[in-house]
């Protein structure tokens, strides 16, 4: 038998197409309602981590290719909202008998590294690849990837409201799981449904990523989490982008703090 048991429905059951959320028009996700009276909405931040739950703030740590440094205004914590967090602690808990568990690389994120990657190093990487990137597709293509800072309460940047997390799966206190590429790689392989669509169907690589990242889809998805459509690694639940793309009538968070 397998080492992944009956995680292995999981492992082959496909990623859907994500195109119809990728060509979404450009502001769609700040139109949606956040719940300012719900009981979420004051739900405070706590480490994930006083839950049992593994990971290393990627952007504080030296050793987080490519950028090979601690980024300035970064925090050693990982920081959620304690729905979020027991929503975790149940994917946890349905990993464990398999050896697995997830591995957190961000959760609340300071408004100084969103502005720093959103603002700088984002479009300079991109423009080293493509000079001819620039203007409003250049604009285009950084928010593929990293939100604006927020300055609208009305729109937060995901991770400014403590439910937005990037993550991944790993052997219990060992080694991840091989998803494919970088956590953070800017480009169109890190797409949440790239392997389904563009692997090299005779290489093990890809159908490794591509059952790996099936996994953590569906894992997270089961726990009501939703996935970004341009990132393996991305989950929510309770922003903007989770009630557009679960049907909710709102959000449940706004800004949790700067």
Do not use: C
């Not at 979020?84 to 591995?103: M, S």
């Not at 692997?199 to 890809?206: A, K, Q, R, T, V």
């Amino acid at each position: 038998m397998s080492a992944f048991g009956s995680l292995e429905e999981l492992r082959a059951r496909p990623i859907p197409d994500q195109s119809p959320i990728r060509n979404k028009p450009a502001g769609w996700r700040a139109k949606i309602a956040i719940d300012r009276r719900g009981a979420a909405f004051s739900e405070s931040l706590i480490d994930i981590r006083t839950r049992g739950i593994a990971g290393e703030n990627f952007y504080h740590a030296p050793r987080n290719p490519p950028y090979w440094r601690r980024i300035e205004g970064s925090v050693p914590d990982l920081l959620a909202r304690q729905s979020v967090v027991d929503h975790l602690a149940n994917v946890n808990a349905r990993l464990k008998p398999f050896g697995l568990e997830l591995h957190v690389f961000d959760a609340w994120r300071p408004r100084a590294v969103q502005a720093y990657f959103h603002d700088v190093w984002v479009p300079r990487e991109l423009q080293k690849r493509d000079p001819a990137l620039t203007g409003d597709a250049l604009a285009r293509e950084v928010g593929r990837y990293w939100s604006a800072p927020t300055t609208n309460e009305d729109a937060p940047a995901p991770h400014s409201t403590g439910s937005a997390l990037d993550l991944t799966l790993r052997w219990i206190a060992g080694d991840p799981l091989w998803m494919g590429s970088l956590f953070d790689d800017a480009s169109p392989i890190a797409h949440r449904d790239r392997m389904e669509t563009h692997g090299d169907p005779m290489s093990f690589s890809d159908s490794e990523a591509r059952a790996n990242r099936r996994l953590l889809h569906w894992i997270m998805n089961n726990e009501g989490f939703v996935g970004y459509s341009e990132e393996w690694w991305h989950f929510s639940y309770g922003d903007q982008y989770w009630a557009g793309i679960s049907g909710a009538p709102a959000a449940l968070y706004g800004k949790a703090k700067d």
